[in-house]
C-alpha cells in the first residue's frame, strides 16, 4: 500500500503516528512496471479497519503519488 505524503501529515498529527525511515530505498514502478523518478525513503505503521474486519500494524510506504491518496495494494 501506498500513501500519498500530504494525508501522512494529517493522519499521522491526528493519530500521533511518526514515520519510520526506511532501510532502503524503494523506486515507485507503475502498472505495467514502468519506474517513476520518484522515491520512497519513508514509511508508516498503524492499524486499519474496513467495514469490521481487523487488520493490525498494515504498513503503507509514503510518497507522492499525484491524484491519489492512498494506492491499495495485494503483496
Same mark, same amino acid.
Given at each position: 500500500?501506498?500513501?500519498?505524503?500530504?494525508?501522512?501529515?494529517?493522519?499521522?498529527?491526528?493519530?500521533?503516528?511518526?514515520?519510520?525511515?526506511?532501510?532502503?530505498?524503494?523506486?515507485?514502478?507503475?502498472?505495467?512496471?514502468?519506474?517513476?523518478?520518484?522515491?520512497?525513503? @519513508?514509511?508508516?505503521?498503524?492499524?486499519?479497519?474496513?467495514?469490521? @474486519?481487523?487488520?493490525?500494524?498494515?504498513?503503507?510506504?509514503?510518497?507522492?503519488?499525484?491524484?491519489?491518496?492512498?494506492?491499495?495494494?495485494?503483496?
Amino acid at each position: 500500500m501506498i500513501i500519498h505524503f500530504n494525508l501522512v501529515n494529517k493522519v499521522s498529527k491526528k493519530l500521533r503516528i511518526q514515520s519510520i525511515s526506511l532501510t532502503k530505498e524503494k523506486l515507485i514502478k507503475d502498472y505495467d512496471e514502468k519506474i517513476f523518478k520518484k522515491i520512497i525513503t @519513508h514509511k508508516i505503521l498503524f492499524n486499519l479497519i474496513i467495514e469490521s @474486519h481487523k487488520k493490525l500494524t498494515v504498513l503503507m510506504l509514503i510518497a507522492d503519488i499525484d491524484h491519489h491518496e492512498v494506492i491499495l495494494s495485494k503483496l
